[in-house]
């Protein structure tokens, strides 16, 4: 592509796909977050677990 040829279609095509792309990305960001969220609240149930039996070693029934 080179800039001499645009045209005011090509330019318009090229915003339109830029917001599109836009939206795209908007949309991952949303999902990373959201998984991100999880394994934060995964992590700290691991962490209360693992809390726990390190508390009960050496402990007999």
């Given at each position: ?36 969220g ?10 209360d ?13």
């Amino acid at each position: 592509m080179t800039a001499g040829s645009s045209t005011v279609a090509s330019i318009r095509e090229g915003a339109r796909a830029a917001n599109e792309l836009l939206g795209h990305v908007s949309e991952l960001v949303s999902g990373v977050k959201e998984h991100a969220g999880k394994v934060t609240t995964l992590a700290v149930q691991i962490e209360d677990r693992d809390r726990r039996a390190a508390g009960s070693l050496g402990r007999t029934s």
